[in-house]
């Protein structure tokens, strides 16, 4: 599985030339519940779109280890 993420992210990473600049987003969830019932007041999930939302566009998602900018640097 890892390996078939790594070739698609470099795929992705080679064809963003392509694509339209990177769109950064950020979903907050309030009261997120987890499967063992604690809940969590608020979870803030930051991601990056590539591409047209009416086309199909790429779903960028990264580590906390380092930046998505790292993902679609040219």
Do not use: W
Request: charge should be negative; charged fraction near 15%.
């Amino acid at each position: 599985m890892t390996c078939s993420l790594l070739c698609f992210l470099i795929a992705v990473v080679g064809s963003v030339a392509e694509y339209s600049a990177p769109k950064e987003c950020e979903l907050v969830l309030r009261d997120f519940c987890f499967h063992n019932g604690q809940v969590l007041p608020e979870l803030r999930l930051h991601y990056m779109t590539v591409g047209a939302p009416t086309g199909e566009p790429v779903l960028i998602l990264h580590g906390i280890a380092a930046s998505g900018d790292q993902v679609t640097s040219r």
